[in-house]
């Protein structure tokens, strides 16, 4: 059973475009939802997380936006650049209880020039 | 000045043997994990660890087994090597109750 569904599966999208990745879970109890940055051959590497207290949070062209009631939060990336491009990765956790990452499915970003 | 640290970066064996993939992180946080990336992606969570609890995925075999040597390691053991353990295995560190950093990972390929 996937706790943590994400869509879409892969994104084109062009330079300066505002690509939209989305993702819902089941959980209720869960308390943490970072997304996660991943190029070939590396790491995962955080870009951004909010709890589920605020709707919406924003770190430099990243924002989360973040439903309670419908179980569901969000990626934008505000004028994508072809350096974008990679797998994304949404996540949830118990944050205080061991912090085990959830991970949803992936989507592959492109973006062209 | 890595701050998460696997090694080997790939490790080929065949069916049937025992090996180990070594985590060290000099970030000083006190919680450790492991997590597997399968072929399509798909990242899991396999086990959590700080000086008081091991936490462990119910999903894993119990042919996979951490250790920690110290608080700055977690060591990944994988006795009798099956083809389906053939992934990218991460490990990640944390202080707690902060985020998670990931190492590079592990390419472990079973033939």
């Known amino acids: 059973q996937q706790q943590v569904k994400q869509s879409p599966q892969s994104l084109i999208v062009q330079k300066g475009g505002i690509p939209i990745i989305n993702c819902a879970y089941e959980?209720?109890?869960?308390?943490?939802f970072p997304w996660y940055q991943q190029f070939p051959g590396k790491g995962p590497a955080l870009l951004i997380a909010?709890?589920?207290?605020?709707s919406e949070k924003k770190e430099g062209r990243f924002t989360i936006s973040f439903n309670k009631s419908a179980k569901q939060f969000s990626l934008h990336i505000m004028d994508s650049q072809p350096g974008d491009s990679a797998t994304y990765f949404c996540?949830?956790?118990?944050?205080?209880?061991?912090?085990?990452?959830?991970f949803g499915g992936g989507t592959r970003l492109m973006v062209k020039p | 000045d890595t701050a998460v640290s696997q090694t080997p970066k790939y490790l080929v064996t065949q069916m049937g043997n025992d090996k180990s993939i070594k985590c060290e992180q000099n970030?000083?946080?006190?919680?450790m994990y492991w997590y597997k990336q399968d072929s399509k992606k798909f990242l899991k969570i396999m086990f959590s660890?700080?000086?008081?609890?091991?936490?462990i995925n119910e999903t894993v075999p119990n042919r996979f087994s951490p250790k920690s040597p110290d608080k700055a390691h977690l060591n990944l053991h994988i006795n009798s090597l099956e083809l389906g353990d053939s992934a990218v295995y991460f490990c990640?560190?944390?202080?707690?109750?902060?985020?998670?950093?990931f190492g590079p990972g592990t390419r472990l390929t079973v033939t």
């Open positions: 990640a560190s944390s202080q707690v109750f902060q985020e998670q950093y």
């Open positions: 970030l000083g946080h006190d919680t």
């Open positions: 660890y700080n000086n008081k609890e091991l936490i």
């Open positions: 909010i709890r589920p207290d605020v």
């Open positions: 959980n209720t109890a869960f308390d943490y």
């Open positions: 996540a949830a956790s118990l944050f205080n209880a061991g912090n085990m990452l959830t």
